[in-house]
């Protein structure tokens, strides 16, 4: 199949590596800090897998996580240390355990950073070891009767102090080739959390960077008093383009489409592949009215492209879809803010489809 780039400019993707800024540390600390009230509030302790929980909870990355911890602090019965397990076994054990890439890795970099800290105890105790003998041998020193136990003591100093020398050059030599495997894995890791966010078919974000995503970018509109739109997107009679030409089209069609949705958007938006032949697109920082703007010019270069197939040429015909945008209200929640862009999308089809319906279009 042919796509041409109907695009003229690229947009950075979700996963664009950023450099750390003190931005960055300072709401790392700040939700670090929420998760240890929210611990102590409770009366959970902040073990390893409790305190993980309750900073995914604190930064509102993860929506299954949020939805769980908030029926549990809204519930009329108390909860504990179990249920909090029993969250972090199901939504956050993913990339600890050993059982796909990612959890592979990050087994690994643990024990990389074991064997760090093992590293440095056992040098702090040679140290102190080395830190006795000196007090111990200058005590000698200072009783010393004759030249020639003066000399023994001093070259006994000498022969420990190349011993101290020889073993925090073996540190320095071991730390080095540890801190190149640390980042090794460390990018290995990253990878693979960045693979388990991303549709592969279609390679922008899935369902669940989205939904996560969309917790996120909430909580900063309303920090910020931004506005904020979403968009619901169906490709129109899409069964018609698998059932005429095969399932290897269709999945090129989409193919074209993330394509097109990615490059149309500018470096702060988000797009997803929500399920199937739909889409959705997190627009921060976006009035409705250039939403549906951005969202129609979308639609037109969809709409205009020549498709065809690959080899024969032969054109596969229109392909069309449908859009519904919606902008952040004060009471929303994500699953309100999704449903009345869900709605906004069915109205675009009920009314004929390959069209945008937004707030005020009745």
């Known amino acids: 199949m042919n796509v041409p780039d109907t695009s003229k400019t690229a947009s950075k993707s979700a996963f ?31 073990v ?3 305190y993980e929980v309750w900073y995914t909870y604190a ?26 397990e029993l969250i972090h076994s199901e939504f ?8 796909n890439s990612g959890g592979e890795t990050s087994v690994k970099l643990e024990k990389q950073m074991v064997g760090i800290l093992d590293l440095m105890q056992s040098h702090i105790k040679s140290g102190e ?31 420990e102090n190349t011993k101290m020398r020889d073993r925090t050059s073996d540190l320095a030599t071991n730390l080095k080739r540890s801190k190149k495997q640390i980042q090794t894995m460390q990018t290995k890791l990253k990878k693979a959390q960045e693979n388990e966010m991303r549709d ?29 739109c979403l968009a619901l997107i169906d490709i129109d009679h899409f069964k018609r383009v698998n059932d005429t030409y095969g399932h290897v089209i269709g999945d090129q069609v989409l193919k074209f489409f993330g394509s097109l949705l990615k490059k149309s958007v500018k470096g702060g938006d988000i797009v997803a592949r929500y399920g199937g032949e739909e889409f959705a ?32 040429r032969q054109s596969i015909g229109t392909v069309t879809a449908s859009f519904g945008v919606t902008q952040l209200r004060d009471n929303d929640i994500p699953e309100t803010f999704v449903k009345r862009a869900d709605k906004r999308l069915y109205e675009a089809k009920n009314r004929g489809r390959n069209r945008t319906v937004g707030d005020n279009d009745r």
Do not use: C
């Open 48 to 50: 390893p897998k409790a």
């Open 16 to 46: 664009d590596s950023k450099v750390v800024t003190n931005k960055d540390y300072e709401v790392t600390v700040k939700f670090a800090n929420t998760a240890l009230e929210l611990a102590n509030t409770h009366s959970i302790p902040p």
């Open 281 to 312: 697109a997190i627009l921060p920082n976006t009035e409705v009215a250039n939403a549906k703007v951005l969202i129609e010019n979308i639609r037109t270069q969809l709409e205009s492209a020549k498709l065809s197939l690959s080899r024969s």
């Open 200 to 228: 592969s078919l279609t390679n922008i974000s899935n369902r669940r960077w989205f939904e996560q995503s969309l917790v996120k970018e909430i909580a900063v509109a309303r920090e910020k008093k931004t506005p904020m």
């Open 129 to 159: 070891d080395y830190s006795g003998t000196l007090n111990q041998t200058m005590g000698e020193l200072s009783d010393a009767e004759n030249p020639n136990q003066v000399k023994k003591i001093i070259e006994f100093l000498i022969a």
């Open 92 to 99: 956050l054990s993913s990339l600890t355990k050993g059982n």
């Open 59 to 84: 930064s509102g990355t993860d929506l299954k996580v949020k939805t769980e911890i908030d029926k549990l602090i809204n519930g009329e019965s108390s909860f504990g240390p179990y249920d909090i």
